[in-house]
């Protein structure tokens, strides 16, 4: 069963136990969100965007709580 859904490609997710946040790269939605999260209930609320541009790849949280956001880098060339 879905938790949540909706969501186009997510592609990457970050949780965050100490705030009680899971954070979700949606690449084609071109946005990182953030939901608070109850683990006991298995539930997410408060749907939050954070990060709106590109497209992100991959979100994590370092050792020093640190967010990361992943952008894939593209390059198009033409075609002689």
């Given at each position: 069963m879905?938790?949540?859904?909706?969501?186009?490609?997510?592609?990457?997710?970050?949780?965050?136990?100490?705030?009680?946040?899971?954070?979700?790269?949606?690449?084609?939605?071109?946005?990182?969100?953030?939901?608070?999260?109850?683990?006991?209930?298995?539930?997410v609320s408060d749907r939050t965007t954070v990060f709106e541009r590109a497209h992100p790849d991959n979100v994590e949280l370092d050792q020093h709580n640190r967010f990361w956001i992943a952008l894939p880098i593209v390059t198009v060339e033409a075609l002689c």
């Amino acid at each position: 069963m879905p938790v949540v859904e909706g969501l186009l490609f997510a592609n990457g997710l970050a949780l965050d136990e100490t705030r009680g946040h899971v954070y979700v790269a949606e690449t084609l939605g071109k946005r990182v969100l953030r939901f608070r999260m109850d683990t006991a209930a298995g539930t997410v609320s408060d749907r939050t965007t954070v990060f709106e541009r590109a497209h992100p790849d991959n979100v994590e949280l370092d050792q020093h709580n640190r967010f990361w956001i992943a952008l894939p880098i593209v390059t198009v060339e033409a075609l002689c």
